[in-house]
C-alpha cells in the first residue's frame, strides 16, 4: 500500500524543538493542504522524506494521508487544490459586495494612489447598487451577504451607507438571509454617536489605521491641509470601544499598520499606548502590513525588505500578545481563494455606478481603462466583462506571472494579491518569509510559553 504514497509537496518543517534537551528529538510539521499542523519525530520524517514509510505503524500512516501530507504517489498536487480552489469559489453560500459611496476623503495620506473628489453616490446610483446586490442574491447558491464600506473615506457619505444598508439588511431578513458589514475607515468621523448609528445597521467590524505613535502618524496620515489626525482617531477608538454597546454587540477593530521606515521606528510607541488604555482586552486587534505600490505611484519606494519586515513581524506579535493583544491567526490556515476577485458575482461598486473585481481599482488614474471594469450598473446585465483584469486569475496562477504554481504556500495563500502579480510586483504574504518562525510561535503560545501574556491568548 505505502509504495502508491508519496510526501506531500505541500508541507512546511520547523527547525528541531529542544534537541539539546530531547535524545529523539521532533519537528512541527505543517501540511498546508489541510491547514494542520503536528510533531512528527525528526527519524520518522528522514524516512518519509527518503519514501520509506515501511516504518510507520498503519495508525500513523492513515493519520499523515488524513492530514494530506502524504498523498497519492501519482497525483498532480498543484492540479488538485487548484481544482478544489475552483470548485470551492464556485459554491460559495456567501455574496460578497463592496461599495465605495464616496470619492471624498478628508486625508491625503503619503502612500495614497487614488483622486479624491466630492462626490457621493446619488439617490439613484445607490438603488441600481442595491438593486444590483439583490440580483445576485437572487441566485439560489446564497446564504449569506457581506458587504464591506470602503472608500475613499466611507463615513463622508454616511447618511448614504444608513439608507442602503437599511434596504440590505431588511431584504435580508425578509428572506432569511444572514447579513454581515465591515468597513475600512479612516477613523476621524468615527464618534460613538456615529459608530451606534452604524450598529444598528449591523455595521460592526472596523478597520482604521494608525501608521506608529503620534508625530510619526502625523507624517503619513494628515488632512488635505496638513493637519494631525492622529489623537482625533485615538480618541474616537477610545470612546467607541468604551461603550457597553461596543461589546454587547460584539464589534470588533483592527487597528492596521501601515509599515515602511518612517512607521516602522514607532509601532512598539504604538503598542505601548494602545495597551495602556487596555484596548487588547476589548475586541481591538493589530495587523501589520507593508506599504505597497498602489496605481504605480512607487510608495513602496521606502519600505522593508520582505525579509526584513517577516523578521520583524515576529518581534511586533510576541510584543503586542506580551501587552494583552490576541492574534487569532498567527499560522494562516487552509483558503481556497486569493481574494474577492475570483469570486463569480462578488463586485465592487464606486461612485458612478462602474463595477470592479478589485476594491483598490476605483479612483485610481492607472486603472481608469475598461479593462479594469467588469461593466456598470446601468449595463452590466447586457455588457459584462468577465475577463477584467484579476478576473482570470485561476487561469494566470498556472503561466509565469507568478510562481505560486510552485509554492508549497499555495493551500493557505491562494495567491495573495493577483492584481499586485498583473502588475509586476511581488505579491507574497509576510509569512512566505517566517512561516516557520510564526508555526514555532504558534506552538509556543499553545504550550503556554509568553507567560506574561494572560492565558486566553494562547492561541
Ligand atoms: S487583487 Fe489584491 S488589492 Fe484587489 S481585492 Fe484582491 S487582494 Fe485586494
Ligand atoms: S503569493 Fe507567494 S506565498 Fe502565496 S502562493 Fe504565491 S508564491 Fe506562494
Not at 468597513?183 to 494608525?210: C, D, R, S, W, Y
Not at 504605480?296 to 522593508?304: E, P, R
Not at 474577492?340 to 476594491?359: I, L, R
Request: some cysteine.
Amino acid at each position: 500500500m505505502t509504495a502508491n504514497y508519496k510526501l506531500s509537496s505541500y508541507i512546511v518543517l520547523t527547525d528541531l524543538i529542544n534537541p539539546e534537551f530531547d535524545s529523539d528529538p521532533s519537528r512541527l510539521l505543517y501540511a498546508t493542504r489541510t491547514g494542520k499542523t503536528f510533531l512528527i519525530k525528526d527519524r520518522v520524517y528522514s524516512n518519509l522524506k527518503a519514501g520509506d514509510f515501511t516504518a510507520l505503524n498503519t495508525r500513523h500512516l492513515a493519520t499523515l494521508i488524513d492530514l494530506e501530507a502524504i498523498v497519492p504517489a501519482d497525483e498532480d498536487e498543484f492540479a488538485e487544490i487548484l481544482k478544489r480552489n475552483v470548485a470551492a469559489t464556485a459554491d460559495t453560500k456567501i455574496l460578497s459586495a463592496t461599495i465605495q459611496p464616496t470619492a471624498n476623503c478628508q486625508l491625503g495620506c503619503t502612500y495614497c494612489g487614488q483622486v479624491h473628489s466630492k462626490k457621493n453616490l446619488d439617490q439613484a446610483t445607490s438603488d441600481k447598487i442595491v438593486n444590483r446586490i439583490f440580483s445576485n442574491l437572487a441566485k439560489p447558491q446564497y446564504e449569506r451577504l457581506a458587504i464591506q464600506w470602503f472608500g475613499a473615506e466611507p463615513l463622508m457619505a454616511y447618511r448614504e451607507i444608513l439608507s442602503m444598508s437599511e434596504r440590505l439588511r431588511s431584504h435580508c431578513a425578509e428572506r432569511g438571509i444572514r447579513y454581515s458589514a465591515h468597513m475600512i475607515t479612516n477613523g476621524l468621523n468615527f464618534k460613538p454617536a456615529i459608530f451606534l448609528k452604524l450598529v444598528e445597521q449591523q455595521i460592526k467590524h472596523f478597520q482604521i489605521t494608525l501608521d506608529g505613535v503620534g508625530a510619526t502618524h502625523d507624517l503619513m496620515r494628515i488632512t488635505k491641509e496638513g493637519k494631525k489626525t492622529f489623537e482625533i482617531i485615538v480618541r474616537n477608538i477610545l470612546e467607541v470601544t468604551s461603550l457597553p454597546e461596543f461589546g454587547a454587540e460584539k464589534c470588533g477593530i483592527a487597528i492596521r499598520v501601515n509599515v515602511n521606515r518612517t512607521s516602522v521606528k514607532a509601532i512598539y510607541k504604538l503598542i505601548d499606548r494602545l495597551a495602556q488604555y487596555g484596548l487588547g482586552g476589548k475586541g481591538v486587534t493589530i495587523d501589520f502590513q507593508p506599504i505597497v505600490d498602489w496605481g504605480g505611484n512607487n510608495a513602496d519606494d521606502y519600505s522593508l525588505t520582505k525579509e526584513e519586515f517577516a523578521e520583524a513581524e515576529i518581534d511586533w506579535i510576541m510584543y503586542a500578545i506580551r501587552k494583552g493583544f490576541k492574534f487569532s491567526n498567527i499560522v494562516p490556515g487552509r483558503r481556497t481563494q486569493p481574494c474577492m476577485v475570483v469570486e463569480k458575482d462578488a463586485e465592487v461598486f464606486d461612485v458612478s455606478g462602474n463595477v470592479f473585481p478589485c476594491y483598490e481599482f476605483p479612483y485610481t488614474p492607472k486603472y481608469e481603462d475598461a479593462r479594469y471594469r467588469i461593466g456598470h450598473v446601468d449595463t452590466i446585465d447586457a455588457v459584462r466583462n468577465d475577463k477584467a483584469v484579476t478576473k482570470q486569475w485561476y487561469e494566470e496562477i498556472k503561466t509565469d506571472v507568478a510562481p505560486c504554481r510552485k509554492c508549497n504556500l499555495l493551500p493557505i495563500c491562494g495567491g495573495a494579491c493577483p492584481k499586485q502579480w498583473l502588475n509586476g510586483d511581488v505579491a507574497c504574504p509576510s509569512y512566505k518569509a517566517n512561516i516557520e518562525d510564526k508555526l514555532l510561535l504558534n506552538h509556543l503560545l499553545k504550550q503556554g510559553g509568553l507567560s506574561e501574556a494572560p492565558a486566553a491568548e494562547a492561541a
